[in-house]
């Protein structure tokens, strides 16, 4: 499943929006999740928090979430925290596709 | 001879978008590259989001106060709330470990503290927390 996030990640009610769309996604039997932020415009470690969030919850239900279209902006944060070698990341969205598959 | 420029704005997320076109403009000016440019961009916003949030809990009436100073050979950048503030000293001897994948929160200092030449907090004596932010020209090859 492709998720589509626009606007800002920033923290505030945006943590628990997409906490409840994850568990949502979940529930619906999905666990595989490419999170495309090329609609995001604004994000910061909070923003990476919420991220993670997600990673960690769709891991602990035996699934796994990739990133797609991270800007330069998010690129320099999950380097300077390290996290980018927790999540794996795509511009292309056919490979991002691929890559569930390879596994 | 440096050039300030001062920016207030009122504790509420859609202002942050002020502070960045600003912010771009004058990092723009002064000619640093582009990932310093990045750097100087994401800590600004982190100060401020901690300030609008931590600091005014983000009362619309609590004004955020950044001031933009375009030294020759640095930009210095300080952000200030009203708050009440927090033991920095005590925060900075033990910051958390950004890595650790369960946390949702505590990664912004740790990032300021990475991407500039200087981070310092300071608590103003009639209340509120100042933060400093210092990026060098010269580290960038300028």
Known sequence: MILDLHGKLMGGPDADNIRDLLHGIIDGGSKKIIVNLGGVNWINSTGVGILMTGYTTMRRNGGDLKLLNVSDRLQ???????????????????????????? | MSADILVAFPSEYKYLNLVDL???????????????????????????????????????????????????DRLVVEIQDHGEGFDFK??????????????????????????????????????????KLEKMLSKNGN
């Open chain 2, 90 to 131: 005590d925060y900075l001897k033990h910051i958390p470990d950004p890595t650790n994948i369960h946390k949702q929160r505590g990664r912004g200092i740790f990032i300021m503290k990475r991407m500039m030449d200087a981070l310092i907090f300071e608590m103003l004596p009639d209340g509120g927390m100042k933060v």
């Open chain 2, 22 to 72: 600003v912010c771009n403009e004058i990092i723009d000016g002064m000619g640093f590259q582009h990932e310093a440019a990045n750097e100087i961009a994401i800590s600004v916003i982190e100060a401020c989001t901690n300030a609008l949030e931590h600091g005014n809990k983000c009362c619309p009436e609590e004004n955020v106060h950044v001031i933009f100073s375009m030294q020759p």
């Open chain 1, 76 to 103: 320099s944060i999950l380097y300077v925290t390290k996290l980018n070698l927790i999540f794996e990341c795509f511009d292309d969205e056919a490979e991002a596709v691929e890559s569930f598959f390879r596994e």
